[in-house]
């Protein structure tokens, strides 16, 4: 298996523009978890998804941002408009449901610069 | 308010002694704890999970113990090696829950 695919891996954009990250998560991984890095913040869980069903977007910074997962093979997180505040570092992971715990396993992450 | 605390500042160690980083958290009971591994410019890997009702969990060279009462995990590497340099975070997951909340992490750096 590839692992977590994230794309773009680097995004550079200006002030106002719509922005789009894509996941496709670990094949069979009922799971999908967006995360937002930075150095002042850490690794903060924005939404996550239990089979394509948002679970908790309690961590969604405000209503310029939005996350989808139309299918068990894809997800995007949009933020529109986009400010220079947005930029950081967006990870997805995915887990399969155990009885003990999840592991969540990390894509390379999509490093976001705003201008 | 909830806090997941660990220590901020880089831990420098010789190689081939042991590294032991803290995890201390307020305001969770948590059903399980996590520990991952995160290299520049890459995504967290996990490396152990320990329950609520286990006290250690080995793994190789890495150690992870939890006390509920002093609401503490300790995550030790012995004979630490250069290649062990990474910064590593503590998870915790409250009961009932998957999301994971993630502590800040500590730079560990191993001179050879």
């Known amino acids: 298996d590839a692992g977590v695919i994230q794309s773009p891996r680097h995004e550079v954009t200006e002030m106002g523009q719509e922005v789009t990250l894509r996941c496709k998560p670990i094949?069979?991984?009922?799971?999908l978890f967006w995360y937002r890095q930075t150095m002042m913040r850490g690794l903060e869980l924005l939404i996550y998804?239990?089979?394509?069903?948002?679970?908790?977007d309690s961590g969604m910074p405000e209503d310029r941002f939005s996350a989808k997962m139309p299918n068990a093979s894809f997800s995007t997180l949009k933020i529109q408009p986009s400010e220079p505040r947005d930029s950081a570092v967006y990870f997805c992971?995915?887990?399969?449901?155990?009885?003990?715990?999840?592991?969540?396993?990390f894509g390379p992450g999509t490093r976001l610069t705003v201008l | 308010s909830q806090k997941i605390e660990q220590n901020s500042e880089a831990l420098n160690i010789q190689e081939g002694k042991t590294a032991t980083l803290t995890c201390n958290y307020t305001n969770y009971s948590p059903a399980y704890l996590q520990w991952y591994r995160q290299d520049p410019g890459r995504g967290p890997v996990f490396l152990l999970l320990i329950r609520e009702n286990e006290k250690e969990k080995r793994k190789e060279r890495l150690k992870v113990t939890f006390d509920t009462t002093l609401k503490q995990s300790l995550f030790h590497i012995t004979a630490s090696q250069p290649a062990d340099s990474a910064t590593y975070l503590c998870?915790?997951?409250?009961?009932?829950?998957?999301?994971?909340?993630f502590g800040s992490g500590t730079r560990l750096q191993v001179q050879p």
């Open positions: 992971a995915s887990s399969f449901r155990t009885s003990g715990g999840n592991e969540q396993f």
């Open positions: 094949s069979g991984h009922d799971y």
């Open positions: 998804f239990n089979n394509n069903v948002p679970i908790d």
């Open positions: 998870a915790l997951a409250q009961t009932g829950r998957r999301a994971l909340t």
